[in-house]
């Protein structure tokens, strides 16, 4: 028998920490500075296998077939927010899907209209992550979403909706954008991994119930997704195990998922990334190769790593789909 004192052991109170406020920090990304599609040039870059992918995406929307975005936070961080709402506007995306720390650069740039502050010196003083308005707002909106039945992300755009007056950059916000629009953004956080984690208030019961709500949401489109595309950009890790996760659910469930295209947008050299890697290589080790490009495809359709900044990568991808048009 485990003795009742060792199934509790000692926890910190996390209400003891303290917040300050946000709009005092220096932000590295703001309203000002995010990139402009169709003003802004595209930077010159090739890829043939990039060209073949933009036409399976085409094609997958002509046929009225998905395509998911999964992302990680540096697509905001690199300032391309308004790359995803756009392309989300012009209907090439049908479903928008990231982690916990894609939504709250998202949501910061919403009410502060500036996100993404100096890590390595706000590690040092405990100020990293402590910020009241961030912290406390997303973990209203959640826990008051979740109390009603919805999800993550629509718990977000809700609570903007209900509150313009804090969110004078919502224009520019991809959850509440997505919402307006008819198309599911869902958030897959893991406890622990975002700032609002850190806050007082945070409700890790209703953080994880509307996560989890989402991720049902997610498995339903990716239920859908034969004939059409999976995409996924810098997203090292949750991306590729949820998007496995969801396939396996929806083909244990009977659901035809197996011509798809799939592709991972990242900045790792992987060389001939089709073929077969050793458990002695490191690169099996990378999520995306095996749970996006290769194993997902096994059944039929084709898997792409495109290898570019996502600063390169994204405007590119909107040119070159938008141009089609």
């Known amino acids: 028998m485990i003795p009742q004192e060792?199934?509790?052991?000692?926890?910190?109170?996390?209400?003891?920490?303290?917040t300050y406020s946000a709009r005092e920090r220096v932000n590295l990304v703001t309203i000002e500075n995010l990139a402009r599609p169709g003003i802004d040039p595209i930077p010159e870059w090739s890829n043939a296998e990039f060209d073949e992918l933009v036409q399976r995406i085409i094609e997958a929307r002509q046929k009225g077939r998905p395509v998911v975005w999964f992302m990680g936070a540096h697509v905001v961080k690199c300032g391309l927010s308004r790359y995803v709402i756009e392309l989300a506007k012009r209907g090439f995306i049908t479903?928008?899907?990231?982690?916990?720390?894609?939504?709250?650069?998202d949501f910061e740039l919403a009410y502060l209209g500036g996100t993404s502050e100096h890590v390595p010196t706000a590690i040092e003083d405990g100020t990293f992550g402590m910020w009241e308005e961030t912290g406390a707002w997303m973990n209203q909106a959640i826990k008051e979403g979740y109390a009603i039945g919805l999800g993550y992300g629509a718990s977000l755009a809700y609570y903007i909706d209900r509150h313009p007056e804090r969110f004078p950059y919502k224009d520019d916000c991809i959850v509440y954008n997505a919402y307006k629009l008819g198309i599911p953004a869902t958030y897959h956080k893991t406890i622990g991994t975002d700032i609002i984690d850190e806050h007082p208030t945070a409700d890790?019961?209703?953080?994880?119930?509307?996560?989890?709500?989402?991720?049902?949401?997610?498995?339903n489109n990716i239920a859908q997704?034969?004939?059409?595309?999976?995409?996924?950009?810098?997203?090292?890790?949750?991306?590729?195990?949820?998007?496995?996760?969801?396939?396996?659910?929806?083909?244990?469930?009977?659901?035809?998922?197996?011509?798809?295209?799939?592709?991972?947008?990242?900045?790792?050299?992987?060389?001939?990334?089709?073929?077969?890697?050793?458990?002695?290589?490191?690169?099996?080790?990378?999520?995306?190769?095996?749970?996006?490009?290769?194993?997902?495809?096994?059944?039929?359709?084709?898997?792409?790593?495109?290898?570019?900044?996502?600063?390169?990568?994204i405007p590119n991808l909107f040119a070159k789909l938008t141009a089609k048009r």
């Open 95 to 105: 479903h928008i899907a990231g982690n916990g720390a894609v939504s709250i650069h």
């Open 6 to 18: 060792h199934l509790k052991p000692q926890r910190l109170d996390l209400s003891k920490t303290k």
């Open 225 to 313: 997704l034969e004939g059409g595309v999976f995409l996924n950009f810098g997203s090292a890790v949750t991306g590729p195990e949820v998007f496995l996760k969801a396939l396996a659910i929806v083909r244990n469930q009977g659901y035809i998922v197996k011509h798809i295209t799939t592709a991972n947008f990242d900045i790792i050299p992987l060389g001939d990334y089709r073929s077969e890697v050793s458990k002695n290589h490191f690169h099996y080790y990378y999520r995306p190769r095996k749970n996006i490009v290769n194993r997902p495809v096994s059944l039929g359709g084709k898997g792409y790593y495109i290898e570019a900044n996502h600063m390169v990568s």
């Open 204 to 219: 890790f019961a209703a953080l994880g119930g509307a996560s989890g709500i989402d991720f049902a949401i997610f498995c």
